[in-house]
């Protein structure tokens, strides 16, 4: 089976903190995605990495970063946490760009 | 207009019923077409994939796919209450670049 893991399963931090959200898999995958859901605008797409060190922007990267030091591995980054960016986080990854995606359990993040 | 359009919902069907999930695209290019099934409070999972036109069972679930109409649907037969969560179309965009995800409709199956 598949998995993929996300270090937090709940998360709250203050307005200004630097925010970590790991996520790794286990199967090789090229491909690692991260999004973020929030109620009535579905999955929103925020970076995704299709190589160890190569990264591309989703719809909605501003204020975020990522990192994509080994292939299993792939970390958000949120520079200065806002409260705008309380949101559940979900990590997938897929061995193409063209194929189904798994995705890890979530963080729900909030922001004081 | 949406890349991927969902009605909302909440759909909500007797047990033992057909729940019919509709989903529209507007890329005419758009070449591979998913289901998602997510539970309140997880995380989404696929439950069906297709990629021609027509028709595609897997035990109760029809995947059906109108690529002239731009409209890809899912059948559920002999509906349960365990079936009720949030269904999720996604397709993947022409050069197969991205997964573009709809909104959701909830499926509420009554016992």
């Known amino acids: 089976d598949v998995k993929v893991t996300q270090s937090s399963r709940y998360l709250v931090k203050r307005t200004g903190e630097k925010v970590f959200l790991e996520c790794v898999q286990d199967m090789d995958h090229e491909n690692m995605f991260w999004y973020r859901q929030d109620p009535g605008l579905g999955l929103r797409l925020i970076y995704f990495s299709y190589d160890v060190k190569m990264k591309e922007k989703g719809d909605i990267p501003e204020g975020y970063s990522v990192s994509r030091e080994k292939k299993e591995r792939f970390s958000l980054i949120l520079e200065s946490a806002s409260t705008n960016q309380t949101s559940m986080y979900l990590c997938?990854?897929?061995?193409?760009?063209?194929?189904?995606?798994?995705f890890g359990p979530g963080t729900r993040l909030t922001v004081t | 207009q949406k890349e991927v359009e969902q009605n909302s919902g909440p759909l909500s069907v007797p047990e033992g019923a057909i729940a019919s999930l509709n989903c529209t695209y507007s890329?005419?290019?758009?070449?591979?077409f998913f289901w998602y099934r997510q539970y309140s409070g997880k995380s989404p999972e696929l439950i069906m994939f297709?990629?021609?036109?027509g028709d595609k069972e897997d035990g109760r679930f029809t995947a059906q796919l109108n690529k002239a109409s731009q409209y890809v649907s899912l059948l559920i037969r002999d509906s349960q209450p365990s079936d009720s969560a949030t269904y999720l179309c996604a397709v993947i965009n022409t050069g197969g670049f991205k997964t573009i995800f709809g909104a959701g409709t909830r499926l509420f199956v009554k016992a």
């Open positions: 297709i990629y021609s036109n």
């Open positions: 890329d005419r290019g758009s070449q591979s």
């Open positions: 997938a990854s897929s061995r193409d760009r063209a194929y189904e995606q798994y």
